[in-house]
């Protein structure tokens, strides 16, 4: 039987023909092998004791502390001594090396590019997305022990693992980091190879949560700390089990998979992530008013946020064309849906509310009124202005504002209502955040001069048309503010033509033009930026953008800090409903949601990188999420998803 000694030269010398162990992953295998020339191997000879600087590499194996070295600034090759000890070497071993028995030295030589450094560093260290806001590590891998892995929460942990938001975020990563259970092939404890039975391997994930608190609303804390030690010790601590959500979804990037080695393996230990999102707000919009998403595509699209950090899906949820919600107060109004089969339910929209709640995302239901609302028209003619003009809603029915209300009361959260956690019971609203958007956008007024009870209605309070749609829009914004505890969030038109009559926190969302947030904020009022200006840079996920120019579009610009800090909530990427429907909403949105995403998590000065992108784009394919290209097709042949 082979020494480890023996073993360790063996492989060594054999690069070119073996395949390396011990954690070292495929492209890392490949990359040494196609560039074994820059390596020079001297047998009998070790580094001059004098001069040469040089630290202990505690590895299992030659090839692991290459990579180490090709890791590690000011490493310049690697020494293997009689006891089978190794340690990484300065660039002046390579004029100051000795004879001496039993040694071998591994240099880089003097010929070989500076690139072949960052390839392997990039391919060992795994592009976390979106980037963190501090990160620090070493050049450690650690295996990850599959038949003993298991989460466990920590004693003084707030919550326990039987919390459902813990319960999925567990069941998640595991599905998550093992896929195709590579675990059943792992050799057996008796099967590791001798050289290897010595390390340390991750078997626990420990969880420490700080609050009790399960409510998800807007500002909930997403803050979280990842420590994986060099022994592979594992422990995430946050503040709400949302926050234990985004620490798990990085630990899971940062897990590799090595068929050479038939290991799972985290590069790059000890690590120490300490990381939470710039923005409270980050968001999808999506539109199933004018094509129906199935709950199928919802849920998908739901995951997906979780891979990318997102946290908020605005649902707008009827316009002109259909009306596919259920209700009890207004069972009529589901008569505008497309069909019978494109619908959706009060249990099936409860279900995806939870759904998201369990995977840290809000819904913020869309209820735009009075414009785009002609589809309540079909079910209940007597709220529109006329029976061939149908559109904004007739602001001269008391009848009309009445069933607003009661719908409201059916789908919004009131004072009295709990809403931290999601709940089957009948009398529940369907919605549990506590903000609503509003709309008020595109009021086209020709309907109302055309009604002559409307016309009546504004003489006898000597008030124009325009002056009817603040009136509007005034009523139901007090309405949700009195009654139901929930901050409005309108349209950027609302602001330029009715700001001085809605409620003092009305939240506006600038959809026409950037410039509009500085006025908004200068104004006293929060902002959500999703602009369909700036070319390239456009949040409109409808027209045509790219991945930088949507990274791009700063939030802030224009404003000092302070009023970023307190008046900027964040943004979403709109993805109106015309041209997409359940066969192409995820290609559409992605790439471009992933770019949006990282400017709404990572600290203002991130920018954008391609290569980080590319990676994200190949793990999602991974996992199931159809995105699109990060180019605008995939090319005349084949080739890998990070071409």
């Keep these: 039987m082979h020494s480890l000694r023996t073993v360790q030269l063996f492989v060594a010398v054999c690069l070119t023909h073996c395949l390396l162990v011990g954690g070292l992953a495929d492209d890392d295998s490949r990359e040494v092998r196609r560039e074994r020339s820059h390596w020079h191997v001297i047998e009998g000879a070790?580094?001059?004791?004098?001069?040469?600087?040089m630290r202990p590499c505690a590895l299992w194996s030659v090839p692991d502390c290459l990579v180490k070295c090709l890791n590690t600034r000011g490493c310049w090759g690697v020494e293997v001594r009689p006891d089978s000890t190794m340690a990484l070497v300065a660039a002046s071993c390579a004029s100051k090396h000795e004879e001496d028995v039993g040694y071998q030295l591994h240099l880089l030589r003097p010929e070989a590019p500076l690139s072949h450094r960052s390839r392997l560093h990039r391919r060992n260290f795994p592009h976390i997305f979106p980037q963190p806001t501090r990160a620090t590590n070493g050049s450690n891998p650690v295996l990850i022990d599959l038949l003993n892995?298991?989460?466990?929460?920590?004693?003084?942990s707030a919550a326990s693992a039987n919390d459902p938001v813990l319960r999925e975020a567990f069941r998640r990563t595991k599905?998550?980091?093992f896929p195709d259970q590579r675990s059943q092939s792992q050799p057996q404890a008796g099967e590791t190879p001798a050289h290897e039975r010595h390390v340390a391997g991750v078997s626990t994930v420990r969880v420490l949560v700080r609050s009790s608190d399960t409510a998800l609303q807007l500002g909930t804390s997403e803050a979280y700390e990842l420590e994986i030690d060099p022994t592979g010790a594992v422990r995430i601590v946050a503040d709400t089990v949302y926050g234990v959500v985004r620490g798990l979804d990085t630990f899971s990037q940062l897990v590799t998979y090595s068929a050479s080695a038939n290991r799972f393996v985290i590069h790059g230990c000890p690590w120490l992530i300490q990381d939470a999102p710039r923005f409270k707000h980050r968001g999808l919009l999506i539109d199933s008013g004018r094509h129906f998403i199935p709950l199928v595509t919802l849920r998908a699209l739901i995951d997906s946020m979780v891979y990318v950090k997102l946290n908020t899906l605005h649902w707008h949820i009827y316009d002109?064309?259909?009306?596919?919600?259920?209700s009890i107060a207004l069972p009529?109004?589901?008569?505008?849906?497309f069909s019978v089969d494109e619908r959706y339910t009060r249990a099936a929209v409860r279900d995806i509310v939870e759904y998201a709640r369990l995977r840290s995302v809000r819904v913020l239901v869309?209820?735009?009124?009075p414009g785009h609302a002609s589809s309540w028209c079909v079910g209940y003619p007597e709220f529109c202005p006329l029976p061939a003009c149908d559109q904004p809603l007739n602001v001269a029915s008391d009848q009309m504002f009445s069933a607003i209300e009661r719908l409201m009361a059916e789908l919004l959260p009131s004072f009295a209502d709990g809403v931290s956690s999601g709940t089957a019971l009948a009398t529940s609203p369907l919605f549990t955040d506590r903000m609503v958007h509003l709309g008020g956008d595109e009021v086209e007024l020709g309907c109302w001069t055309a009604s002559s009870e409307i016309r009546g209605w504004l003489a006898a309070r000597n008030i124009t048309a325009k002056a009817g749609v603040g009136h509007f829009i005034q009523r139901i914004g007090r309405r949700v503010t009195e009654h139901h505890n929930v901050t409005p969030i309108f349209w950027e038109d609302v602001f330029s033509n009715h700001r001085h009559v809605l409620p003092a926190k009305s939240i506006f969302q600038v959809w026409r033009s950037k410039k509009a947030v500085i006025s908004i904020v200068k104004a006293g009022h929060q902002v959500i930026l999703s602009n369909s200006d700036r070319g390239d840079e456009s949040w409109y996920l409808d027209l045509k953008g790219t991945t930088e120019?949507?990274?791009?579009?700063?939030?802030?610009?224009g404003l000092t800090e302070g009023e970023c800090a307190d008046s900027v909530l964040g943004g979403e990427g709109c993805m109106w409903g015309e041209r997409v429907d359940g066969?192409?909403?995820l290609q559409t949105v992605y790439p471009r949601l992933a770019s949006i995403a990282e400017r709404l998590w990572s600290p203002r000065e991130t920018t954008f990188s391609s290569v980080r992108l590319q990676a994200t784009r190949c793990r999602l394919l991974q996992l199931g999420v159809a995105m699109g290209p990060i180019v605008q097709s995939l090319g005349d042949g084949p080739g890998s998803c990070a071409s």
Excluded: I
Aim: negative net charge; glycine residues 4%.
């Design 46 to 53: 070790r580094c001059a004791r004098n001069g040469v600087k």
């Design 149 to 156: 892995f298991k989460f466990e929460m920590d004693e003084a």
């Design 175 to 177: 599905s998550t980091v």
């Design 320 to 326: 002109f064309e259909s009306f596919p919600l259920e």
């Design 332 to 337: 009529r109004l589901w008569e505008a849906a």
């Design 366 to 369: 869309e209820l735009d009124l």
């Design 549 to 557: 120019g949507v990274h791009r579009n700063e939030p802030c610009e």
């Design 583 to 585: 066969s192409n909403l």
